[in-house]
C-alpha cells in the first residue's frame, strides 16, 4: 500500500495528534504535548540514530513509526512506535522500518527496550511493549513474519494503608537505598540487601508523577532481581515492602509490575504478596533480518 511520508520532525503536531488518538485507551499513559518533543523527544531523536515517521493513505488514514539505533551500538534496533488507523498503514510503516534498519546493516530489531526508550514514564509507566489493544500493530508484526519474545504479565496492588516493614533475621546483612534520582516524570531509587559488598537482591521503584496527575491516583511501579542462591530466604520480600514502604511515602497508592508468562515461580511470589493480574495483555516481537 503507497502512503504519503514525512519526517515527524517536520510536523510533530502532527505526530502528537496521532499518537494520542492511537493511545486514547491505552493503560498507565498520559497524552503526549509539545513539551514532551521539545524536552524529551526531539532531544532523543538527536541523539540516535533514529527514523520517525508519519505516513498517510489515499483515504486518509494515517499511523506513525519510530525507530533508533544506538549511535554506538549497531548490534540490534529498537522499534519504539507503530500506531496506525488501519492493518494497511501499520503494515507499510513496520515495513518502512525494516528497510531502513537492513540499510543501516542491523542484524536484528525488537519492538520494544526498557533503557532506549524516549517514552519512558509516558507510555505503559516504566514498561516497554506492544499493548494487546493496539491491534493494527500486532496485525503487522504477524504479517512480517516477526517473533513473540515476550508474553507479558502485567500486575498491579493497591495500598489502602502503608505496609508493613519484613526483615528476615539475618546479622550478616544489611539494608541500603542507592541511585535516588527526581525528574519532571518520576520518582527513582532501588532498595538493595547487601551482605558484604554482594547484593542479595535488589528492587528498584518508580513514582509516577504525571501518569498519577493523568489518572488522580498515586502510581508506582517495581522490579525486583534476586540471585539464584538466595531464593526463599526472604531476601526479595524485604526489598519489595520497602519499595512498597517507599511509594506510599511518596503517594502512591497502586503499585504496577510487569513480568512475562515464562516466569511462573515469580508470578507465584508476586500473587503471595497480594498481586493481582491486571485485565490487560501486552507482547513484545523480535524480527532477524
Known amino acids: 500500500m503507497p502512503l504519503t511520508l514525512c519526517n515527524a520532525a517536520e510536523d510533530w503536531p502532527l505526530f502528537l495528534e496521532i499518537c494520542n488518538r492511537c493511545l486514547t485507551f491505552a493503560p498507565y499513559t498520559v497524552p503526549f504535548t509539545k513539551r514532551h518533543v521539545e524536552e524529551i523527544f526531539a532531544p532523543f531523536a538527536a541523539s540516535q540514530e533514529t527514523l520517525c515517521l508519519i505516513g498517510r493513505d489515499d483515504s486518509g488514514k494515517e499511523g506513525v513509526v519510530h525507530i533508533s539505533v544506538p549511535k554506538d551500538d549497531k548490534e540490534f534496533a529498537v522499534l519504539h512506535l507503530l500506531l496506525a488507523d488501519t492493518n494497511g498503514v501499520a503494515h507499510e510503516l513496520l515495513r518502512q ?3 531502513w534498519a537492513i540499510e543501516l546493516g542491523v542484524p536484528l530489531i525488537r519492538s520494544h527496550h526498557l533503557k532506549l526508550n524516549p517514552y519512558h514514564c509516558l507510555m505503559h509507566g516504566t514498561e516497554s511493549y506492544c499493548w494487546g489493544g493496539l491491534y493494527t500493530a500486532r496485525n503487522a508484526f504477524a504479517r512480517q513474519g516477526w517473533d513473540l519474545e515476550f508474553d507479558i504479565v502485567n500486575m498491579y496492588l493497591d495500598m489502602p494503608s502503608c505496609p508493613v516493614a519484613f526483615d528476615p533475621a539475618d546479622p550478616g546483612t544489611r539494608l541500603i537505598e542507592v541511585d ?6 518520576s520518582v527513582n531509587g532501588k532498595f538493595r540487601v547487601m551482605r558484604g559488598e554482594t547484593a542479595l537482591a535488589s528492587s528498584g521503584y518508580t513514582f509516577h508523577k504525571e501518569i498519577s496527575a493523568q489518572l488522580g491516583k498515586g ?6 532481581y534476586s540471585q539464584n542462591e538466595i531464593h526463599g530466604q526472604g531476601f526479595g520480600r524485604q526489598v519489595m515492602l520497602e519499595a512498597h514502604r517507599k511509594l506510599y511515602d511518596l503517594g ?3 503499585i504496577i509490575l510487569a513480568t512475562n508468562n515464562a516466569l511462573f515461580r515469580a508470578i507465584k511470589f508476586y500473587q503471595n504478596l497480594g498481586y493481582e493480574h491486571e485485565l490487560i495483555h501486552a507482547y ?3 524480527k532477524e533480518l
Open 284 to 286: 513484545t516481537f523480535m
Open 219 to 224: 502510581i508506582g511501579q517495581l522490579w525486583i
Open 97 to 99: 522500518a525494516e528497510s
Open 180 to 185: 535516588q534520582t527526581e525528574d519532571a516524570l
Open 252 to 254: 502512591a497508592r497502586r
